[in-house]
């Protein structure tokens, strides 16, 4: 594997200086500053009359325009300035953002920063193997990026091709993204424990010509033989003309001609590339969605809009500050990875971290050991891995020291309430703001987090509450109208768009604009429900898929695992709606829970029905007491870790053929153990 080098014979300086503004320097040289929005947002300064976040985000969404300009001219270096903010209309689903620009997203995301801080760390590989971490400057970071550009330049690659990668995350991942940016292909990063048919399927929908990948993976002290499931997904891929292969591992694999080692290939090439200049609307990537509710869909990212973005988001979400070290544990196969653990903190300049391992190896403490070691300032996880170190107990964080800390980012699922505390009161000790961050692989970036906020105004615990910059959140009710008073519950919709936000699904226009913008005309559509307090904070409910209907009350299924899972026996749940046909009264829902115990747990059934009941009326209602408990070893997720509910309820309705695409499931043992249970329970 490709491993820093400090003799590097070349210093790499790139041609790109005229980009770099004198306020992009002051923002890196900035340090901590007291809260007024000037200080808080350097460019903020021209918005006459602005003062405070609250202001500053009324400024954004009443004046976009204004907003989102001085915000792209001073984050992003541009090679040419663009001529347009924004030509978007979301009643048709178009949307646009900074055209007659020219930018490279590797060069905002590297050279820019080796010409100030060449030393500075861009990346520390937290490898599978504890205690192993590698450290990586951004010239060092540079110099593979370059190498692996002119690589694919040297085989064919052009600027609007695809290349999909299929590697763990690792510094030659990022790289190789970067690479695929500075000559302007897109890439497609396929999580790499996908099986060879879910790979085949997205190398075929991207038409990809180029595949990178490792020969093995290592992770959780595992090996998976990665090299091996691309050459079964090519054999039905015509397209794929060759395979770069990195080694993690000293284990040679089977090579035909079509495949080229690397590390090997790296070397013959120089570490200058010249970065092509894209158009702002150019494709930066596509990647598909977890899948939790139907066939993944291969969302498509364009350049300027999506970097700044992410960018923004990093900063002021989670207070990243210079010579700060980000924690992000999120795989690059996902959203989360590619904006927060790639394209937001590099764009950034900043230090992140790339984890590989799992939260459980070797032991649960792995996190907080990492922590400690390389003195994580903010760290980003997931509330699955949470409820699942909750289960080993509190000593594991204790062991280590966490003072460093001082944010904690959670995303991809509600947190419950008792994850949430747990989080906040065990890990960060009760000083660190825990950020619930609500957003999509759709959204590019977080949507709605309590922070940034006014200083010391309050987080709620569950909720993801304030909408960032440039977001204008709006819920509407079952018959389309737009839900205008507080205190109310509705399908969270967005009425402006926003820099971040998806283009189009790859090959599929039209299911874009019926997914997202026909729903309700004129507005990006979630997908999602939530709820706006008294107050005007925002929690998410759920999904809409998932809200039932009880007794004529409609609840989202989170709420009620909320409840579920703040029982001292139980790990976690997961609720469905159960349709019922009774005859003469028509379809009636009613409600099914699946509930995983802690470990060690010995509870009669009987007993932890009647407590969970009892909890269920006692803080939501009688009617939304489970009518069944169906006790599990573990639940249906997605790879990505969120819990796949459609499958649930197909076993529940006994429609075993039309369990949908199971492509990104995690484990189909966990579907067989729950199709067994619920046969028993029948
Ligand atoms: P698919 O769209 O294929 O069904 P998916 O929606 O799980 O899959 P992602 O884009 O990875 O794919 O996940 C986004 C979804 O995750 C959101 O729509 C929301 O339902 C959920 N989510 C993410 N963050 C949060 C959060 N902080 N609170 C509640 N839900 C969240
Ligand atoms: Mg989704």
């Known amino acids: 594997m490709w491993l820093p080098c400090r003799c590097a014979t070349k210093y790499v300086v790139a041609s790109f200086r005229r980009g770099v503004s004198a306020s992009f320097l002051h923002v890196l040289r900035r340090g901590r500053s007291s809260w007024n929005s000037a200080a808080f947002m350097p460019e903020s300064a021209g918005f006459e009359g602005v003062s405070g976040r609250d202001a500053l985000h009324d400024y954004s969404v009443s004046h976009g325009e204004s907003f989102w300009d001085a915000v792209a001219r001073q984050r992003l270096s541009w090679i040419r300035p663009f001529d347009a ?98 000559i302007g292909a897109a890439h497609n990063v396929v999580f790499a424990g996908f099986s060879s048919e879910a790979l085949a399927e997205r190398i075929r929908d991207a038409q990809s010509s180029t595949v990178i990948t490792v020969n093995q993976g290592v992770r959780g002290g595992k090996i998976t033989e990665l090299k091996r499931t691309v050459d079964a997904a090519v054999q039905s891929c015509p397209t794929v003309r060759q395979v770069f292969v990195a080694m993690r591992t000293e284990k040679r694999v089977e090579m035909t001609d079509r495949d080229f080692t690397l590390e090997e290939e790296m070397l013959k090439e120089d570490v200058v590339c010249e970065p092509a200049a894209m158009d702002s609307e150019d494709v930066l990537f596509l990647l598909y969605t977890s899948g939790s509710t139907g066939k993944p869909k291969g969302l498509v990212h364009t350049q300027a809009g999506y970097l700044l973005y992410a960018a923004l988001t990093h900063r002021y979400v989670f207070g990243y500050h210079d010579g700060d070290v980000f924690g992000c544990v999120a795989d690059i196969g996902w959203i989360t990875g590619h904006s927060y653990t790639v394209y937001g903190p590099l764009a950034n300049g900043g230090t992140t971290v790339l984890f590989e391992s799992t939260p459980v190896y070797p032991d649960p403490g792995r996190y907080w050991d990492m922590v400690e070691r390389l003195r994580i300032n903010q760290f980003y996880g997931a509330p699955t891995a949470i409820r699942l170190l909750i289960k080993y107990g509190d000593q594991w964080v204790k062991k280590y020291d966490r003072s460093s800390l001082t944010t904690l980012g959670s995303v991809g699922e509600p947190i419950n309430t008792e994850a949430w505390e747990w989080y906040n009161r065990v890990v960060g000790e009760g000083r660190c703001p825990v950020v619930d961050t609500w957003w999509q692989t759709e959204t590019g970036g977080i949507c709605i987090a309590p922070k940034p906020s006014e200083p010391d105004a309050e987080i709620v615990p569950g909720m993801a509450m304030r909408p960032f910059f440039g977001i204008k959140p709006v819920l509407m009710d079952t018959e389309g109208k737009l839900l205008t008073s507080n205190n109310t519950s509705g399908a969270l919709c967005m009425a402006l768009p926003w820099p971040g936000m998806a283009r189009t699904i790859h090959n599929n226009h039209q299911r874009f604009l019926e997914t997202y913008f026909q729903p309700y005309p004129g507005y990006f559509f979630t997908g999602d429900g939530a709820y706006r307090s008294q107050e005007g904070y925002y929690q998410i409910t759920g999904r809409l898929d998932d809200v039932i209907n009880v007794s004529g009350h409609r609840i989202g299924t989170a709420e009620i695992e909320d409840v579920l899972n703040q029982c001292s026996a139980v790990a976690e749940s997961a609720v469905i709606g159960y349709s019922h046909n009774i005859k003469g009264q028509g379809k009636y829902q009613r409600v099914y829970a699946f509930v995983v115990l802690k470990k060690g747990v010995d509870i009669q059934e009987a007993d932890l029905s009647k407590q969970l009941n009892s909890m269920v009326s006692e803080k939501i209602a009688k009617y939304a007491c489970p009518d069944f408990i169906q006790l599990a070893k573990r639940l249906p997720k997605t790879r990505s870790g969120k819990i796949m509910r459609r499958v649930l309820r197909k076993v529940v309705d006994c429609d075993l053929d039309g369990l949908g695409d199971l492509s990104t499931l995690d484990d189909p043992a966990a579907v067989q153990e729950i199709i067994e249970g619920h046969e028993k329970l029948s």
Request: one cysteine or more; a positive charge.
């Open 85 to 182: 903010v924004q030509d978007c209309d979301l009643s048709q689903g178009r949307i646009k953002w900074f055209e007659g620009g020219k930018l490279n997203v590797s060069v905002n995301c590297l050279d820019r920063h080796v010409h100030t801080c060449p030393e500075r760390v861009a990346l520390i590989w937290e490898r599978d193997e504890q205690g192993s971490e590698v450290r990586y400057t951004y010239r060092e970071l540079l110099e593979m990026t370059c190498r692996l550009g002119n690589l694919l330049r040297r085989h064919g690659v052009k600027k609007g091709d695809c290349v999909t990668i299929y590697m763990p995350t690792c510094p030659l991942a990022v790289a190789s993204m970067l690479a695929c940016a500075r």
